[in-house]
Each structure stands twice: as C-alpha cells, then as structure tokens.
C-alpha cells in the first residue's frame, strides 16, 4: 500500500473511531438529530457508536478491511435519514442550515473514499 493510500487509511480509522467515541462522549448531540421515529434512540445511538468504533479500528487491518468498509458504506447510508432530518431540524429552527446542506452531498465522497479499499 502506498503511503498516501496508508495515511487515507489511518485517517479514516481515526475519524470513524472518533466519531464512535463520540456517540459515548457526547450522545446528547447524536440524540438531537435522531429522527423521531427511531425507536429507542439512546439505545441506538450507543449501537451506531460501538458499531463506528468496531468499524474503524476494522479497516486497519487486512484480513478485516474489506468487510469494514462495506460496513462503513452500509453505516453511511443507513444514517443518511438522520443527516436529512438533522438538515430540516436546523432549517425550521433557522440556524446551521448551510453547515447541515453542505454534510448531506460530503455523504457521496465518504462512500467512495471507503470504496477505494474494498
């Protein structure tokens, strides 16, 4: 593996880490754009959370690298609902709405960048 590719690699290791951290850290952050219709949504924010983690340290290593990225790809669409609810929530309430619409198209280059290690 080249070392751009290596350091694409640990960097999103480390961002998928970090953000699983941070459903532990700070869950009232994740808890406030969780759609209403998810049940249980602490619960479900502790499961994304553990999942983000497993998934990130995942793509570190070969064996396990590929499954994690698909992984990471299904994680990205399956929160995708949350990104637009987040979007709509910020929209009513007239704040962060250009920093909620700019995360839903960043969503395309994140499944592609886990793509590229499949």
Partial sequence: MSTSALISL???AGMYIFAGICHF???K????????WVPKPAIVNIVVGI????LGIGV???TTRM???IGIMM?????FP?????????KRKGKFVIQTLIRLPIQAPLLYWAYTFI
């Fill in 60 to 62: 570190l290593f070969e």
């Fill in 75 to 79: 994680l990205l669409i399956v929160i």
């Fill in 25 to 27: 850290w700070k869950p």
């Fill in 29 to 36: 952050i994740f808890l406030s754009i969780t759609p209403k």
């Fill in 82 to 90: 949350a990104n637009v609810y987040h979007y709509q929530k910020a």
């Fill in 67 to 69: 499954y994690a990225a």
């Fill in 51 to 54: 999942i983000e983690i497993i």
């Fill in 10 to 12: 640990y960097v999103m």
